[in-house]
C-alpha cells in the first residue's frame, strides 16, 4: 500500500506565500518524477510543476518565477513553494509520483487526496 498525504493548503491574500508538503509512505522501493497538479472549478487538471529523483524541474508557464518544486529524497516528500500568488491560482492541488513498489518491476501513478489553495483579491 502506497499513500501520497499533502499539506499545507489554505486561504491567502493575493501577494502572499504558501508552502505545500506530500510526503508518500508505504512499501516504497524507489520514487522517480513526483509533481504537483491543480484543478480550479469548472476546469480540467492542469501540470504545476514536477522534479525528477535528480533535481530536474519543469514548470508551467504560468507559475515560473513564482513557484519553486523541491524535493527530500530521504523523507519521500515533494514541496511546492508558492510566491505571489494571484487568485487565478485559486485551485485543489494535488501532488503525484511516479513509485516503483516492494515486489514490483514497474512504475505506478500515485496521486494524493488534494488540498486547497484559495488565494483572495
Known amino acids: 500500500q502506497v499513500q501520497l498525504a499533502e499539506s499545507g493548503g489554505g486561504l491567502v491574500q493575493a501577494g502572499g506565500s504558501l508552502r505545500l508538503s506530500c510526503a508518500a509512505s508505504?512499501?516504497?522501493?524507489?520514487?522517480?518524477?513526483m509533481g504537483w497538479h491543480r484543478q480550479a472549478p469548472g476546469k480540467q487538471r492542469e501540470l504545476v510543476a514536477t522534479?525528477?529523483?535528480?533535481?530536474?524541474?519543469n514548470y508551467a508557464d504560468s507559475v515560473k518565477g513564482r513557484f519553486t518544486v523541491s524535493r527530500d529524497n530521504a523523507k519521500k516528500t515533494v514541496y511546492l513553494q508558492m510566491n505571489s500568488l494571484k487568485p487565478e491560482d485559486t485551485a485543489v492541488y494535488y501532488c503525484?509520483?511516479?513509485?516503483?513498489?516492494?515486489?514490483?518491476?514497474?512504475?505506478?501513478?500515485?496521486w494524493g487526496q488534494g488540498t486547497q489553495v484559495t488565494v483572495s483579491s
Open positions: 503525484n509520483a511516479d513509485i516503483v513498489r516492494y515486489g514490483s518491476s514497474r512504475y505506478d501513478d500515485y
Open positions: 508505504g512499501s516504497i522501493f524507489s520514487i522517480n518524477v
Open positions: 522534479i525528477t529523483s535528480r533535481g530536474r524541474t
